[in-house]
């Protein structure tokens, strides 16, 4: 037994974090001598149907696939994909069998998550995006989530574990509980202590909505922090909220009219991408949580499309290996992998593992699979409005 319900890596590295039939199916094969050489592809979608999503978690899936005696092509993290394979793996079918479960488990969750980031960041372009929604998810998760929201175009995050592994600072500064603990009144109190104890990096962003009208508490931390405060927050719970949007734009206008236009104001708490568009014209900022941790993983599947060298597939699904491509008109396409791809189109794969060695670092680089994500959705119109 552990002390908590987690899988460890050695579990996932070794096939032992497997469904229990590739157990037995791999006992079946040892039995009867038999381990084909076989061509397996990852997909969600076996045509494109006009619904882009974004491709993540290939970090995690390299790592796993790597050392073994397989060949891998991929979409690199950071592409949007409709329809079509988003990794091929070639070899002997029992390098890698037992590692199905945990393969499309990496890439299922994170491309959600990726693709839910990517709804926020292009619902609100030209605001800052934070990520606020590990406390959602099972701590276990939590660092694949917030790099997943960084894929998909957000700004920053806010769980610190997930900050110390994927070498980026956490972003936050106070929750409710902070005034509570001061009692009902001393909102002041709990601000000045804030301000007095944390490093001075970190924004003085007074969260501004724990007992008393937002505009009162606003204007109450303006008075207590002066040319200190940098911006507020309301978090205002749905039930209690009204027009969101004329309670930011009322706290703004009280604001201006006392010279205080350089304070910034963000939101939090239950957003999703509409209100994001409802509201980016009149805050500074969001922070979102369980529209992106909570997004349902994408349906992929791993499946035999070739045998020794001969198409095969299941009933339902396109035998061949193939090769999906973005067109010059920033559409999708999905081709045979042994034919011409469309005139004027790009092969989104890429080698990445080739016989158990890792080839293309920059595939899953977090940088550069963001800067795609931003460069793909813009050329493929994601999110656009009608």
Known sequence: MTEFD????????????????FDRTAAALEGAGRNPHVVAEVTADQFPDGGFELFAGLKDAVALLAGRDVDVHAVPEGRLF?????????????????????????LSHASAIATAALDCRAAAPDSSVLSFGARHVHPAMTAAVERSAL?????????VAAGDLIGREASGTM???????????????????????????????????TYS???DEVLRAVETLGDRLDGVRLDTTGSRRGDFRHIVREVRWELEARGHDDVDVYVSGGLGPDDL????DVVDGFGVGGYVSNAD?????????????????KRGKLSGAKVVYRTADGGHAVGLADRDGPADAES????????????ADDAFDLDAATARALADAERVGYGSEE
């Open 6 to 21: 987690i899988v460890d890596a050695e579990a996932i590295r070794s096939g032992r974090a497997t469904d229990a039939y």
């Open 82 to 106: 409709d329809g079509g394979p988003v990794m091929r793996i070639e070899g002997e079918y029992l390098a890698f069998a037992r590692l199905e479960t945990s393969l499309l488990g990496f």
């Open 151 to 159: 894929v998909g175009g957000l700004d920053g995050f806010s769980h």
């Open 175 to 209: 929750p409710h509980a902070l005034s509570i603990c001061f009692g009902r009144g001393n909102q002041e109190a709990a601000w000045r202590a804030f301000d007095e104890a944390v490093d001075e990096s970190v924004p003085r962003i007074a969260l501004c909505d």
């Open 213 to 215: 009208d937002e505009v």
């Open 277 to 280: 568009r409802r509201l980016r």
């Open 297 to 313: 993983p994408v349906d992929f599947a791993l499946d035999i499309v070739a045998v020794g060298g001969e198409p095969a597939a």
């Open 348 to 359: 989104l794969m890429r080698p990445v593992i080739r016989g158990g060695e890792v080839v």
